[in-house]
């Protein structure tokens, strides 16, 4: 079984579907806990309806921090999958010989411990401190409890990659059994083309695709590869293959940006490609890539890029979802379905899965993102992406639940109480849909702790904590 895993710290506290619909990622800068910006986000593409008399647009998304936290341990899954395993020594420790490092079946969720990153435990901590309700604070350090993924979403968030793995590792060698940290690639060079409150550092006119391969991947990889005992997952570049498919010519999404994120994905695959990494692309969700016209398309984008970067054996499938609202299944919402008929993400993946089939791609795997998506019937259309109220935290990270194609995992790869994008119009980095009716206008900066929505997302979890 992979279960969640606690890291005691001394510094601190702790079937076809057709079409449109969105998912983007907006990003913060730097730091943890309340008040200061935690890192990344995946949020913001918008319906830009094109082509076909099909919705093409993207949209759904929310900004994600950079950390994740330290908790408790509870079991989340195991399971059987592709992949490339392998088998390897944490040297010292308590362990009497190598720990086995390789996963249930392929499946790198599985056969292993997840790692509960300190950086999201010290910011729900800023939130426990901040609640007087005991019933409140007793649900919120669960939370604390619960794997979240570690957002790379600038060249600076590198330098913390290190002291993040050499906590899982050190855990992992008082355990004796593998524990799994999941990071998330999310720098390329026009990041989010069709958003503005997820905009990244790099831009492809001012020496971006240099900088991204020898700044940002170049380290990354340094990284990975001076731990061959560590199984590490990674989630590559969310929102950028999938606004090649839907948004073409929109905002920033120009020609020269298209084949950027083409190439350069490529090149994270193939330079990150290694036997105790396994790369899970971003696929978009129901809601924007849904319809058949929609997935053709992605998944032809997905086939080329693979191809282009050797078909690497680590690149284990796609995640879904990221960020993103879109429950697991549903059988109506509050919004038109607008012809999709992919109803949730457990149709979605289905789907996708059979049109990556016809791309030759037959034995990918998926995971999928239920950090937010708890709740339904919030919002007025799959475009509306930004700090959606009502949301409420979903189904807890485990591996193999079932439900859908090769399905690996639920994780919460955006970890809920970062913002989606700042809600005040002339702020910085102000997107439209931050200020939409369905959005907590309160919200601060992309990627910064957001107490109030945090505390939502607690009360209106399904499960409930």
């Given at each position: 079984?992979?279960?969640?895993?606690?890291?005691?710290?001394?510094?601190?506290?702790?079937?076809?579907c057709s079409g449109d619909g969105g998912d983007g990622s907006s990003n913060g800068d730097g730091?943890?806990?309340?008040?200061?910006?935690?890192?990344?986000?995946?949020?913001?593409?918008?319906?830009?309806?094109?082509?076909?008399?099909?919705?093409?647009?993207?949209?759904?998304?929310?900004?994600?921090?950079?950390?994740?936290?330290?908790?408790?341990?509870?079991?989340?899954?195991?399971?059987?999958?592709?992949?490339?395993?392998?088998?390897?020594?944490?040297?010292?420790?308590?362990?009497?010989?190598?720990?086995?490092?390789?996963?249930?079946?392929?499946?790198?969720?599985?056969?292993?411990?997840?790692?509960?990153?300190?950086?999201?435990?010290?910011?729900?901590?800023?939130?426990?401190?901040?609640?007087?309700?005991?019933?409140?604070?007793?649900?919120?350090?669960?939370?604390?409890?619960?794997?979240?993924?570690?957002w790379l979403d600038r060249i600076a968030a590198v330098d913390r990659l290190e002291g993040h793995l050499d906590a899982a590792l050190a855990l992992q060698e008082q355990l004796c059994e593998p524990v799994v940290p999941v990071i998330v690639v999310y720098d390329l060079p026009n990041r989010d083309c069709f958003a503005e409150a997820s905009n990244g550092e790099l831009k492809l006119n001012e020496n971006g695709t240099e900088r991204y391969q020898n700044e940002?991947?170049?380290?990354?990889?340094?990284?990975?590869?001076?731990?061959?005992?560590?199984?590490?997952?990674?989630?590559?570049?969310?929102?950028?293959?999938?606004?090649?498919?839907?948004n073409l010519g929109g905002k920033r999404c120009d020609d020269a940006t298209a084949a950027s994120y083409e190439s350069n994905v490529a090149h994270a695959l193939k330079e990150l490609n290694m036997p105790h990494v396994y790369q899970y692309i971003d696929a978009a969700h129901s809601g924007w890539l849904g319809w058949e016209d929609n997935q053709k398309k992605g998944a032809e984008i997905f086939a080329r890029v693979i191809k282009a970067a050797g078909s690497p054996s680590g690149v284990r499938g796609f995640a879904t979802n990221v960020a993103n609202y879109t429950q697991l299944s549903y059988s109506s919402e509050s919004y038109d379905q607008q012809d999709n008929p992919c109803f949730g993400e457990y149709d979605y993946v289905d789907a996708m899965a059979s049109a990556l089939a016809a791309e030759g791609l037959a034995d990918k795997h998926f995971i999928i993102d239920t950090s937010r998506n708890g709740r339904g019937n919030i919002r007025d259309d799959w475009g509306l992406w930004c700090n959606n109220k009502g949301a409420g935290m979903g189904e807890r990270p485990r591996a193999n639940p079932g439900g859908?194609?090769?399905?690996?995992?639920?994780?919460?790869?955006?970890?809920?109480?970062?913002?989606?994008?700042?809600?005040?119009?002339?702020?910085?980095r102000y997107d439209l849909f931050c200020g939409k009716a369905n959005a907590d206008t309160r919200a601060p900066q992309a990627g910064y702790w957001f107490h109030e929505y945090f505390v939502e997302c607690v009360k209106n979890a399904n499960p409930a904590l």
């Open positions: 079984m992979a279960k969640w895993v606690a890291v005691l710290l001394t510094t601190a506290s702790f079937a076809a730091g943890a806990g309340a008040g200061t910006p935690t890192g990344s986000g995946a949020g913001a593409g918008t319906p830009t309806g094109a082509g076909a008399g099909t919705p093409t647009g993207s949209g759904a998304g929310a900004g994600t921090p950079t950390g994740s936290g330290a908790g408790a341990g509870t079991p989340t899954g195991s399971g059987a999958g592709a992949g490339t395993p392998t088998s390897s020594a944490a040297a010292g420790g308590n362990c009497p010989g190598p720990v086995d490092i390789s996963p249930v079946a392929g499946n790198p969720f599985a056969g292993g411990r997840l790692f509960v990153d300190p950086e999201y435990v010290a910011k729900v901590q800023t939130s426990i401190d901040m609640t007087t309700d005991a019933a409140l604070v007793a649900k919120m350090k669960k939370v604390q409890e619960i794997p979240t993924a570690f940002f991947i170049k380290p990354i990889k340094a990284i990975l590869a001076a731990r061959p005992n560590q199984r590490i997952i990674a989630i590559i570049e969310p929102d950028s293959l999938p606004n090649i498919a839907t859908a194609t090769r399905l690996d995992a639920f994780y919460w790869v955006k970890p809920p109480g970062d913002s989606d994008g700042v809600g005040q119009e002339g702020e910085p």
